[in-house]
Every structure is written in C-alpha cells, then in structure tokens.
C-alpha cells in the first residue's frame, strides 16, 4: 500500500485545504494523473499523483485543513491484491444507514463519533444540516490576497533570511534574436507568434548546461543539482501577487512546443488552476520583466531554490560593436544567486554563455536535447 | 397517602392476603413454619394460620415440589416455597416435565394452577452452590410463567396476580432486594400485571434492559451515566415468560442503544435471548452494537472482592453504556 500525501506546493506553504477529490476508492490512476484539488494560500492547485495504482481509501474529506505531508489516501501498487474488505469497512449504525438513505447522504462520506468509530443517526443529521451551505469554497478574493502577500512575505523573508544572494549583471545584445523572431513570426496570426521570452528561456536552460550548480535546491545545508531544468516562470496576477509555477524540462523541448506550453502556463496561473508539480518543481526561477518593464531586476530567489534569472525590457540602446557605435536591441540580464552554493566567477560564466547563445537563435531553435526527465520526479 | 415497608415485609403482606383471601391457599417448603422462612418471610405466618395452611416439608425439593403440583391438580392453590433457585435443581423433572406439560399431556384436561416462589442471586458471600441465577433456564420452557419482582411494589402485587393465574407460575425474588424499602400506597393492595416489562426510568440514549436484583443497580448506574451528559433508560423486564416485547422494542427504539444487564452468565442467558429479539425486531433502528453485562462465566467465588469482581455492577454497566456511545456526548 503507498501513502499518498500532501505535497508541498511552495516553500511558503505549511498545510492545505483539500476541495475536492477527482477519484474514489476503487478508481485506476496513472502517474502524473490529477486527483485532488487542494487550496492553498495561493492557489487552487490540482494535485497529481506520482505512482500507478489503484485508489484505495481516501482518508481526508473536502472541507479538511491538513499539513504538508498528511497522508490524503492510501493506493494499491499495480499488482499489489485488495486488502478483505471489511478492512476499509467504514462502519454505519443500522438506524444511521436507513436515515442516510432518506435523506440521500452518502453515509460513507460522513465522519463517524459512534462506537467503534461508527456513523451514527445523530453523525447523518449534522450532515444533512450542514449540507445546504456550499461546499467549502475557495478562500475569497480579497483573503486570497491577504494569504498571498502573507505567503509572498514568508517566502521572501526566509530568502533574504538564509540566503547570500550575490547579484551580476550582463547587457546582451539581441540584434540577432530579434531578427529570427521578425522572420520566424512573418505571417503568422498574433496567437501563433512566438515572443522574446521563450528563447530567453530556452536560453537560461541550455546555459545552465556548463553551470549546474545554479539548477537546483538547497535543503539541509546540502546543495542537490537538477539534470532536468524546470523553469519557475513569474507570473504577475491581475488582481495583485504573483506565482512561478514550472515550465518543464525547458532544455529538452522545441521553441513552439515551449510556447505553447508558457502561453497555457500564463492563462492557467491567472485562472487558478495549476498543478501540483507546477508549484513544487521549479529549480530556478526566470522572471521577465517584458515590454513595459523596467531596464533590469534583481531577484530574491525562491527557497529552495539557488538562483533568479532576471530579464529586463529590450530596449534599442547604443552599442559599439565591429569599432562603430551602433543602435541595437539589447536586454540585461542578471542573476542572483546563492553564495552557499556558488560563486560569482561561475555566476559570470553562466551570463557569458547566456549572451553568446542568444547570437545564435537558429541554433537555440535547434537544441534540444533528448527528454531527459519527466516532470515532477527530480523533487 | 402511601407507607415505607421492606421488601420482605411485603411479599410477606402478599402471603398473608392470599392466605385470608382464598381457603384453597397453603404455603409449603422448608423452614416456612416454625422457622419463619429462611429469609423471614413467613415470619409470624404458622401463628396467624396454623401448620394445615403453613407446612414445614422434609429437604427434599423433589417431594415436596411434585406434592405441590399434585395438590394443585386437585383443586389446592398452592404457594411452594423452594429455599433457592439452587436447590430447584432436585426439582426440575417435577417442574418442566411434570407442571409445565401437564395442560398439554392431558390435552387441556388438567391446569396446575400452582405458584412457587424462590430465592435467586449472588452477593452474599454464600459461595458457589448457592449464588445461581438460574431463572432464565426456566424462562426458557413453555408451560411456564417466569415473574421477577425487583420493586415492591411488585413484591406486594405480583402473588395475587400469579394465583389467579390456572397455570405454573415462577417467582423469583432475588435475595439481595429483601432488605430494600419503598413506599406503596396506604390501604388496598397495588394491583399489577404479570404479563408487561415496565419503564423505571426514562431515557433517550441508551436503553438499560435488566430484572430483579440488577435494577438498582441499573438505576444507579442512570443515576452517574446523567451526570455525565448520557440519558438512560432504565427497563424492568418483571416477565421473564412470556418477555414484553413490545415493550422492549419500543424502548430501543427510543433510545437506539441497549444494554441488557443479567446477573447470569452471559452464554445461552436471557440476555442473549433479549438481544436476538432485538436483532430480528428492531435492527434498523439501532445506532450502535447492542452489549451486555453479565456475570462472568465462573462459580461465583466466595470471597468477596472476588464475588464483586464476578457480578455485573455498577462501575461495568456504566463501562459499556460509554463504549456504545463512542465519540458522541
């Protein structure tokens, strides 16, 4: 039998409400299958599951407040045999069952304080008094953003708390991608096109290929780098905040494939439903300031995590290049990293190789390597 | 207007209006006479009625038993006091085979409209042969009618009911109750019912279905159960045979909790049979388990906190009432 628990959808993030559950007792799950829908103090978030099996017992309710770690429910391993059934038997009085069924509550649902942990007569009624009011709702708006500055505060406390951010800055010039993109978009229709920040992302990905000591997490005073790089991208709200769920495996995937992906990442994120994986597997943060953003940002990296990309505006500047002062998009790029981990002589040869695969767009749109992980395992 | 009298003084009263009421009564057993009973009983009788109508018999339960029933056949209404429901067991072929099947041998010729009474129970340091509670294997034979007095009301009511009646009947007064008062009204005699089981407290969490010397107890433990938030009810069987259940069914209904305290054990015991009722008859109306507090399955012991470990009490119902209620108040 495996426990399947709450994960932890975010450093900041302590305990969860569970909303409801997409399986029942008996269902087959595949890994990376969403079951369960839990809110956190950001976000409803659905929750997969990481193995193959067969549900077996559901062991929280909708409507439960539970710590990162509770066992939700329990799952047969593919192959493993059914436990007697009178195992998961969830006693109900005879008096409870008949009344259960006038009222059409589902006795098995209904919390038991009788003898033997039985659902009693007295269990169904507080049941069936309790259900006209909605099904625990998603924390208001406005409470939502309460939580959310309150999670963002946790979060970015304990960073700077913890960690020796040490900060580089890098101008790249983007003469080249810029081009690419005109040509590569010429003709398309506007949803199809590709933006800027996709091969910024697919950049930070393939450069952190020769600096692997910024691509991972920093737990227990010990660093673990990721092979796989899930890109937490910042996505800022509409209604105030912001989250970084995980682009993954940026490094192993197409340019349109990664477009794609970031546009329903974008438009997922502003609805409120991503995936658990999606919050708890970023190992590096990208945060892009875009068009109407500021010349540069330095970032307060996201425990566990070691490192923040930070992109600028691209902005036409004046830039010597071949012995003449010339007008060219440029964008700077910077990076905040963990000096537990790394140093910035490493932190500089990562924006040194930033700069020179961004010359190369035809290339980036080329590399990619191999899947080398599915999401979610490296965590 | 009512008076304070004791147990024993009312069964005695009992005795002592039948005995004035009907010249076909006699009481018969041993030490009923000169001795005044073995628990007092009789006490003052022989005197008031002399040796015809209050009869000391030899020891021999057999004899004296099957001379009851014959007396009974012929006319007699007899009143046979058996010491204990220990020694009944000499009794026992002239009792089921002979009392109980009589009316239906002789194809509905012959009633035996005979009454015997009996001590029953434990919890007087008298060790093992003598603290049987053995009424719930009569109870357990047609052609007889099984009656445990526990209040006195009972006590004073219930003979006369019993006479009336042209067929055996059985009462069992548990030795432990003679000594316990309580009031009955002033003047003409209360008239009771031996067919009924009567509500002594009422409740609406949990039934407490019991007879004779486990009713104060019963009531006791009602009594801490309240102060504890939990309302019980406190059921007095007062028929063994034929059970009341209509009564019994009502009351789990009720309260969709029960437990049956019987001072037997508790394998093949009335209780047992109570609970099977219950199960055919009112399932779906329970909201726990049914349970049961009975005495355990040994001799009862002799010495007295052995014996007290033995018998159902006060602290066990109390127990088992909180492990049917769960998590609930």
Same mark, same amino acid.
């Given at each position: 039998m495996i426990d399947f628990k709450l994960p932890s959808l975010g450093a900041d993030m302590e305990e969860g409400t569970l909303l409801q559950w997409h399986v029942k007792p008996g269902d087959t799950v595949k890994r990376g299958q969403v079951v369960a829908v839990v809110d956190t103090s950001k976000a409803a978030v659905d929750v997969e599951i990481w193995h193959d099996g067969v549900m077996a017992e559901l062991l929280v309710q909708p409507g439960d407040k539970v710590p990162v770690g509770t066992v939700l429910?329990?799952?047969?391993?593919?192959?493993?045999?059914?436990?007697?059934?009178?195992?998961?038997?969830?006693?109900?009085?005879p008096s409870a069952r008949r009344r259960a069924r006038e009222l059409g509550?589902?006795?098995?649902?209904?919390?038991?304080?009788?003898?033997?942990?039985?659902?009693?007569?007295?269990?169904?009624?507080?049941?069936?008094?309790?259900?006209?009011?909605?099904?625990?709702?998603?924390?208001?708006?406005?409470?939502?953003?309460?939580?959310?500055?309150?999670?963002?505060?946790?979060?970015?406390?304990?960073?700077?708390?913890e960690i020796p951010h040490y900060y580089l800055a890098e101008t790249i010039p983007m003469q080249a991608a810029t081009v690419w993109l005109q040509q590569h978009n010429e003709g398309l229709p506007i949803t199809e096109r590709m933006l800027p920040a996709v091969l910024l992302l697919k950049a930070v990905a393939l450069a952190l290929r020769r600096t692997p000591?910024?691509?991972?997490?920093?737990?227990?005073?010990?660093?673990?780098?990721?092979?796989?790089?899930?890109?937490?991208?910042?996505?800022s709200l509409r209604g105030g905040g912001l989250v970084a769920p995980a682009l993954h495996d940026v490094g192993a995937k197409p340019l349109d494939q990664l477009m794609r992906e970031l546009a329903d990442l974008v438009k997922r994120?502003?609805?409120?439903?991503?995936?658990?994986?999606?919050?708890?597997?970023?190992?590096?943060?990208?945060?892009?300031?875009?068009?109407?953003?500021?010349?540069?940002?330095?970032?307060?990296?996201?425990?566990?995590?070691?490192?923040?990309?930070?992109?600028?505006?691209?902005?036409?500047?004046?830039?010597?290049?071949?012995?003449?002062?010339?007008?060219?998009?440029?964008?700077?790029?910077?990076?905040?990293?963990?000096?537990?981990?790394?140093?910035?002589?490493?932190?500089?040869?990562?924006?040194?190789?930033?700069?020179?695969?961004?010359?190369?767009?035809?290339?980036?749109?080329?590399?990619?390597?191999?899947?080398?992980?599915?999401?979610?395992?490296?965590? | 207007m009512s008076r304070r009298v004791s147990y024993r003084e009312a069964v005695r009263e009992a005795l002592r209006e039948a005995l004035r009421a009907d010249p076909r009564v006699f009481l018969m057993g041993e030490d009923v006479g000169r001795y005044g009973g073995t628990y007092a009983v009789s006490k003052g009788l022989l005197d008031e009625f002399g040796p015809e109508r209050i009869r000391d018999t030899p020891l021999s339960e057999l004899g004296f038993v099957g001379a009851g029933i014959g007396a009974a056949l012929g006319g007699m209404r007899p009143i046979v006091e058996v010491m204990t429901v220990n020694f009944s067991l000499l009794a026992l072929d002239a009792i089921v085979n002979s009392a109980a099947m009589l009316r239906h041998m002789s194809g509905g010729q012959f009633s035996v409209p005979l009454v015997i009474r009996m001590a029953t129970g434990a919890g007087r340091q008298v060790a093992a042969q003598h603290s049987n509670s053995f009424e719930g294997w009569y109870a357990h034979v047609p052609g007889l009618r099984v009656l445990a007095p526990a209040t006195i009301e009972d006590a004073r009511g219930m003979l006369s009911a019993a006479l009336a009646d042209p067929d055996?009947?059985?009462?069992?007064?548990?030795?432990?109750?003679?000594?316990?008062?309580?009031?009955?009204?002033?003047?003409?005699?209360?008239?009771?019912?031996?067919?009924?089981?009567?509500v002594r407290r009422a409740g609406t969490d949990v039934s407490l279905i019991t007879h004779g010397g486990c009713l104060p107890?019963?009531?006791?433990?009602?009594?801490?159960?309240?102060?504890?938030?939990?309302? $019980?009810?406190?059921?007095?069987?007062?028929?063994?045979?034929?059970?009341?259940?209509?009564?019994?069914? $009502?009351?789990?209904?009720?309260?969709?909790?029960?437990?049956?305290?019987?001072?037997?054990?508790?394998?093949?015991?009335?209780?047992?049979?109570?609970?099977?009722?219950?199960?055919?008859?009112?399932?779906?109306?329970?909201?726990?388990?049914?349970?049961?507090?009975?005495?355990?399955?040994?001799?009862?012991?002799?010495?007295r906190h052995l014996e007290e470990a033995a018998l159902p009490q006060v602290a066990k119902i109390v127990a088992a009432v909180q492990s049917l209620m769960g998590a609930a108040p």
């Open positions: 429910a329990t799952l047969q391993a593919p192959g493993e045999t059914a436990p007697p059934p009178a195992a998961v038997r969830h006693p109900v009085s509550i589902d006795p098995d649902g209904v919390n038991g304080t009788g003898a033997q942990g039985s659902v009693t007569l007295a269990d169904i009624e507080a049941a069936a008094r309790a259900q006209p009011a909605p099904a625990p709702a998603p924390v208001a708006l406005a409470d939502r953003q309460t939580e959310m500055r309150k999670a963002i505060a946790a979060a970015m406390s304990r960073s700077k708390r000591e910024l691509n991972g997490f920093h737990r227990d005073g010990h660093f673990q780098a990721s092979v796989p790089v899930h890109a937490g991208v910042a996505i994120a502003r609805a409120g439903s991503l995936r658990s994986s999606e919050m708890s597997d970023p190992t590096i943060t990208v945060t892009n300031l875009g068009d109407q953003g500021a010349e540069a940002v330095f970032g307060v990296i996201y425990p566990p995590q070691v490192a923040l990309v930070g992109f600028g505006s691209i902005l036409v500047r004046p830039w010597v290049q071949d012995g003449e002062v010339r007008a060219l998009p440029t964008v700077r790029a910077t990076l905040a990293a963990d000096h537990r981990v790394s140093d910035g002589h490493r932190g500089a040869l990562f924006l040194v190789e930033l700069r020179e695969l961004l010359q190369r767009p035809q290339a980036l749109a080329q590399a990619f390597t191999a899947p080398q992980d599915k999401p979610g395992a490296s965590p | 055996p009947v059985l009462m069992f007064e548990h030795a432990q109750l003679y000594n316990s008062e309580g009031e009955i009204p002033e003047g003409a005699p209360p008239v009771v019912d031996i067919c009924s089981a009567r107890k019963a009531l006791r433990a009602a009594e801490e159960l309240a102060a504890q938030g939990i309302s $019980a009810e406190v059921l007095d069987l007062r028929v063994l045979r034929p059970l009341d259940d209509a009564t019994i069914m $009502a009351s789990v209904r009720r309260c969709r909790r029960a437990v049956v305290v019987d001072e037997a054990w508790r394998s093949g015991s009335l209780a047992a049979e109570v609970m099977a009722r219950i199960m055919e008859q009112a399932f779906f109306d329970l909201d726990a388990p049914l349970a049961r507090v009975c005495s355990e399955e040994v001799p009862i012991p002799y010495a």
